[in-house]
T-cell receptor
């Protein structure tokens, strides 16, 4: 497909379990973003990559959250020792280049439910 | 903490009615975008406004950027059931790449 894809689309985890969420950006897109969207809220920024470099991780809520993009393409967001407050939709977006005038294309998200 | 305030949070109207959604901040935006999000999908960009006072039209949708670049509005004329969804404003507050989103306005248009 031509768009951003995310997997899994749904994930149910028991509290304390580790999870890994995958994002496949649009081919050739340099920038990649992760956002967290709680139920009934707008997305909130988590972290940003330019190619393989993580340039901004100021939005990660705790050291349990870790993101990587080792080859500058696919990215993985990992959450360790999940807590109930981690339940949310995790959105990935990519853009062709850096800069605020470059449109971010969003994937469908991964809905994480922590029991 | 959301730096963008959207109002109203919820709006339920009849087909054919007009509506306006507002997005406000105490800070100046470098640029502002409006998105529409449907259940189970990611946000889809509708428009980007950059210049204070700018007005853009997209069919029945009119977007306005305040002169001071601290506020914006989305006006929909003759709403249709297909307009139902979550409308989000999002801004860049500096030259950075990250978007700061408002809390969203959930619109339902009844036939």
């Amino acid at each position: 497909g031509a768009g951003v894809s995310q997997s899994p689309r749904y994930k149910v985890a028991k509290r304390g379990q580790d999870v890994a969420l995958r994002c496949d950006p649009i081919s050739g897109h340099v920038s990649l973003f992760w956002y967290q969207q709680a139920l009934g809220q707008g997305p909130e920024f988590l972290t940003y990559f330019q190619n393989e470099a993580q340039l901004d991780k100021s939005g990660l809520p705790s050291d349990r959250f870790f993101a990587e993009r080792p080859e500058g393409s696919v990215s993985t967001l990992k959450i360790q020792r999940t807590q109930q407050e981690d339940s949310a939709v995790y959105l990935c977006a990519s853009s062709l280049a850096q800069g605020m005038y470059n449109e971010q294309f969003f994937g469908p998200g991964t809905r994480l439910t922590v029991l | 903490t959301q730096l963008l305030e959207q109002s109203p949070q919820f709006l339920s109207i009849q087909e054919g009615e007009n509506l306006t959604v507002y997005c406000n901040s105490s800070s100046v935006f470098s640029s502002l975008q409006w998105y529409r999000q449907e259940p189970g999908e990611g946000p889809v960009l509708l428009v980007t406004v950059v210049t204070g006072g700018e007005v853009k039209k997209l069919k029945r949708l009119t977007f306005q950027f305040g002169d001071a670049r601290k506020d914006s509005s989305l006006h929909i004329t003759a709403a249709q059931p297909g307009d139902t969804g979550l409308y989000l404003c999002a801004g860049h507050f500096s030259a950075g790449n990250m978007l700061t989103f408002g809390g969203g306005t959930r619109l339902m248009v009844k036939p």
